[in-house]
Nanobody, 123 residues
Framework: QVQLAQSGGGLVQAGGSLRLSCAAS????????MGWFRQAPGKEREFVAG????????YYAESVKGRFTISRDNAKNTAYLQMNSLKPEDTADYYC????????????????WGQGTQVTVSS
């Protein structure tokens, strides 16, 4: 069992930056893989970035590669999503998710979810 608490998000102009945080608590939280997903109005929820608990391999959607960075502070059991060069197309509700085991990019593979946070990028 894992509980996820998100923070960050807000309103930013195009080209700006935001950092999202996701603090994990519960059983064996140092052994989880974590991912970030987003859902824009009228669109399906999509994978954004993921990170493994071991070596810390990272994975990104092509739409955010080079602009977003996922990281993990194992001492704090917290994952971060640093979002730079934001575009209006990045506007969405962002969700942190966790699972025991290897990295996955499908939302159905993640049983634990944060409450979500809004990111709005103005032009």
């Amino acid at each position: 069992q894992v509980q996820l608490a998100q923070s960050g998000g807000g309103l930013v102009q195009a080209g700006g930056s935001l950092r999202l945080s996701c603090a994990a608590s519960g059983r064996a939280v140092s052994s989880i893989a974590m991912g970030w997903f987003r859902q824009a109005p009228g669109k399906e929820r999509e994978f954004v970035a993921g990170i493994t608990w071991g070596v810390g391999n990272t994975y990104y959607a092509e739409s955010v590669k080079g602009r977003f960075t996922i990281s993990r502070d194992n001492a704090k059991n917290t994952a971060y999503l640093q979002m730079n060069s934001l575009k209006p197309e990045d506007t969405a509700d962002y969700y942190c998710a966790a699972r025991y085991g290897a990295h996955r990019s499908r939302q159905d593979d993640y049983p634990y979810w944060g409450q979500g946070t809004q990111v709005t990028v103005s032009s």
